[in-house]
Antibody, heavy 115, light 108 residues
């Protein structure tokens, strides 16, 4: 059974850093396109980043230069390193598997950026 | 950037009603469109991909149509478990994916 479990969210001050993790089971992260999608409280969905099976990475303009997506093949885990966090980064962050239309999603982890 | 506009933003309907949600792209996206259902506190669930293909396990009362810039999600007979928020998502500009603003289907 495919499972994605995010962790690492919490309350962080503006300008701070946080690393989110997404532990996968039932499939191999490195063989799949893996994305991060976020949802601000009461708002819609926003694509954040993707890592291809081949290792290429892409980012939304809103996070480019501040966020880094990566994976640890030995742990079958996806990561999102978030630096220089801003209030507008407050959201539930979901990891998701799939290329054009992600069809497996984790339960999400809440990141709150506030002083 | 491709913008996705959904309408209406909310709709009130009764069990058994036919519900139609529209999604318009700011430029042509062929059939590179998906629909998701999201319930409060839960992750989105893929319903339709490639504009009209039903994801495995999704009830046949859900259907999608359209191509180019105009797309429709139809629920033929609304069931109690269908009350949720629905999002469209374009994949024409993959890897940059864009979602619509959402349509909340509420109980009348």
């Amino acid at each position: 059974e495919v499972q994605l479990v995010e962790s690492g969210g919490g309350l962080i001050q503006p300008g701070g850093s946080l690393r989110l993790s997404c532990a996968a089971s039932g499939f191999t992260v490195s063989s799949n396109y893996m994305s991060w999608v976020r949802q601000a409280p009461g708002k819609g969905l926003e694509w954040v980043s993707v890592i291809y099976s081949g290792g290429s990475t892409y980012y939304a303009d809103s996070v480019k230069g501040r966020f880094t997506i990566s994976r640890d093949n030995s742990k079958n885990t996806l990561y999102l390193q978030m630096n220089s966090l801003r209030a507008e980064d407050t959201a539930v962050y979901y990891c998701a598997r799939g290329q054009l239309w992600p069809n497996y999603w984790g339960q999400g982890t809440l990141v709150t950026v506030s002083s | 950037d491709i913008q996705m506009t959904q309408s209406p933003s909310s709709v009130s309907a009764s069990v058994g009603d036919r519900v139609t949600i529209t999604c318009r792209a700011s430029q042509g996206i062929s059939s590179w469109l998906a629909w998701y259902q999201q319930k409060p506190g839960k992750a989105p669930k893929l319903l339709i991909y490639a504009a009209s293909s039903l994801q495995s396990g999704v009830p046949s009362r859900f259907s999608g149509s359209g191509s180019g810039t105009d797309f429709t999600l139809t629920i033929s007979s609304l069931q109690p478990e269908d009350f949720a928020t629905y999002y469209c998502q374009q994949a024409n500009s993959f890897p940059m994916l864009t979602f619509g603003g959402g349509t909340k289907v509420e109980i009348k």
